[in-house]
């Protein structure tokens, strides 16, 4: 299956660079490209993208409020955002996640990266590792207020085994380091996953890592 890639970046330059590496990689294309945040919505909506490539600077509206919008569309629920910048730092890459990014990558990174990151975006998953998608979040969350959860107020969505699970993927288990815990297979502790991110709304890993912070299942250490 061929994975559409928009490119959201202000800089002409840069987009052709992208596109040509794009274009020319096997499983690939590009669906088509935008300039500013306002740009990279209505382009993703009309040109069935399922990656965006998306620069924090950017005119009208930066890529972290661009991605806030996309990520909070239901008829975009199946969008991945792969925030691409040059500004590498930690409140960015938290704030990107806390937005709906499914991963965080510098400009500066190998094409044959790249490539890999799309796809692991694309196919659902995080790409910073559930390791080092805690140690971002626990460093950062334990100096930021709470932002609301996308559980209904007063409810908790989760049962009792999902909750359990939530916590472990917090703490950065992977699915199988999950099922060796709790003595049951890989293959249940990812559907248990997978149910506890649609219940809580979370796109992929790294949302639900964000989940078990923002709603006290996992508590940031002291530093």
């Known amino acids: 299956?061929?994975?559409?890639?928009?490119?959201?970046?202000?800089?002409?330059?840069?987009?052709?660079?992208?596109?040509?590496?794009?274009?020319?990689?096997?499983?690939?294309?590009?669906?088509?490209?935008?300039?500013?945040?306002?740009?990279?919505?209505?382009?993703?909506?009309?040109?069935?993208?399922?990656?965006?490539?998306?620069?924090?600077?950017?005119?009208?509206?930066?890529?972290?409020?661009?991605?806030?919008?996309?990520?909070?569309?239901?008829?975009?629920?199946?969008?991945?955002v792969l925030v691409l910048t040059t500004f590498e730092t930690e409140e960015l890459v938290v704030e990107a996640l806390r937005a709906g990014a499914s991963g965080f990558l510098g400009k500066g990174v190998e094409p044959r990266v790249l490539l890999d990151a799309i796809r692991t975006v694309a196919a659902g998953d995080s790409l910073l590792s559930p390791a080092a998608t805690t140690a971002l979040i626990e460093r950062l969350l334990a100096q930021a207020p709470p932002i609301p959860t996308h559980a209904p107020t007063g409810t908790d969505p989760l049962t009792a085994r999902e909750r359990e699970?939530?916590?472990?993927?917090?703490?950065?288990?992977?699915?199988?380091?999950?099922?060796?815990?709790?003595v049951i297979s890989p293959a249940t502790a990812k559907t248990h996953v997978n149910r506890?991110?649609?219940?809580?709304?979370?796109?992929?890993?790294?949302?639900?890592?964000?989940?078990?912070?923002?709603?006290?299942?996992?508590?940031?250490?002291?530093?």
């Open 1 to 80: 299956m061929t994975i559409r890639v928009l490119l959201a970046d202000d800089q002409a330059l840069l987009r052709g660079t992208f596109r040509l590496l794009i274009d020319s990689a096997p499983g690939f294309e590009v669906a088509g490209e935008a300039a500013t945040g306002a740009e990279a919505i209505a382009r993703v909506r009309s040109d069935r993208a399922d990656v965006v490539l998306m620069d924090i600077r950017m005119p009208e509206m930066d890529g972290i409020e661009a991605t806030r919008h996309i990520t909070a569309d239901d008829d975009l629920a199946g969008v991945k």
């Open 165 to 182: 699970i939530t916590t472990l993927v917090g703490h950065g288990l992977s699915n199988d380091e999950i099922a060796d815990r709790l």
């Open 196 to 223: 506890a991110m649609a219940k809580v709304g979370a796109r992929d890993r790294a949302q639900l890592v964000v989940h078990a912070y923002e709603t006290g299942l996992v508590k940031p250490r002291s530093s």
